[in-house]
């Protein structure tokens, strides 16, 4: 990629130039003006005001304000040709900017966040062809403003509603690159309120072809397992214990042994997941198979899939799943989505998508950083590798030349690849809940260890 980069200036316009090329290389920026086409004498384009607005949720405290100064001072190479532009009475003010943000139709931003991921993926294949798309959910918390509040009520208990806007995400990441798709939203509380498992339906609706589901107990349920099976999506679904034992009794034991346990089923969805899914067909079932895995001392696996393999197969491909939680956690910490400032709905739209196609940028130049030294894309840590990305190629003084330039990105490359995880062989870290506190502060009082009786009678 860095062979493809080309002009520059002096100051920070090498660098807001180059990393425009980021964007311009997953996506054709023309495509989006197509989309949603805005007057000749437009400053801030729509393929600017997005690329500006993923800029934003790159850099660590990213403003308008740092947006725009950078935008200036990269100089008429990523404006268009106007005569603010070419007489340099363009102002800094973020009032412009501002506006071509809230223009920007969320339709435009969509279609970009799925081209984006869509290139990604398609520079990644899996190694085994059969692609795995692990789902999970998460929440965020918005700004505490009234059009939030209405479309995303915050939890409320016996003294009212809170203050903070919840909303429930659903997210689907790309097991061999971890690139994320388009995320799911809806509001976690309140009459509209959306479960996870419509949200993960959601995203199973929008998965490429030949995709695998991997999920955690949460969704190991009839109703999900049909909608992934009804899309051609295979899926390896986890089963709490009561489900297990629910579902066993009704299976026949196909084969046990050291390499675990496996029952043939066909799964009928019960009555109480009718009452919960009116809409489901009379005649709905699945053939599917039920896998018992000892993991090791701690955890024992169980899991219900459609998919051939054994079960220890099927169970080392499910331990896989964790890592979405590390996804998450590098999507809202790292990237800090968990703290996005937007005060209306479209806003906060918008840059939620901007910061999943910044996240997904970043998860490429980690891809590009393995592929030198011939690691999975995951053995380079993401928080390291984008702490690298930000001071070696969007803080560090400017180059005069886009040869300088193109020797810094593959020096960043360099130091990208020495961002691993430890290797520590045999430890096990297994996934547990903390236990609930009690609901009540109200205690029977324990009776004291010493009492009277156990006392030597007095002399």
Known sequence: MAQEIRGGRDGRAAELQAAFQLLSQYVDLREVEALAPLRSNAV?????????????????AGTLESSVKQLLDAGS?????NKRVVQKTLSADTGAFS?????????????MADQVASSIIRLSPPSDGLAFYLIDGTTLALQPTGELRRAYPPASNQYGPGVWPIVNLAVAHELESGCALR??????????????????CRCVERLPEDAAVLADSGFGIFFFAQHCHQRRHPFLLRLTDDRWRALVRQAELESSGSQGTTYKLTWRPSAKERASHPDLPADAQLEVRLHECQVHAQLTLRTVTDLPGTAVQLSERYLHRGQVEIDLRNLKVVMDTEHIRAKSVEIFHKELLTSIVAYNLVVQFRRQAALQVRLP???????????????????????????????????????AQQDKLPNRPGRQYPRSAY???????HFKKRKPPHTDEHLPAPM
């Open 44 to 60: 801030y384009t729509n393929g600017l005001a997005i690329w500006l607005m993923v800029l934003q949720r790159m850099t660590p």
């Open 77 to 81: 190479d990523l404006l268009p040709q």
């Open 99 to 111: 506006k071509a943000r809230k223009r920007l139709p969320v339709a435009v931003v969509e279609w």
């Open 183 to 200: 995320p799911e939203i809806g509001p976690m509380y309140g009459e509209q309120a959306v479960s996870e498992t419509a949200l993960a």
């Open 377 to 415: 894309p995951r053995r380079l840590s993401f928080k390291r590798v984008w702490t690298t990305f930000t001071i070696f190629l969007l803080q560090k003084p400017a180059t005069a030349n886009s040869a300088d330039w193109e020797a810094r990105y593959l020096e960043a490359l360099r130091i």
């Open 435 to 441: 236990p609930q506190r009690p609901k009540t502060t």
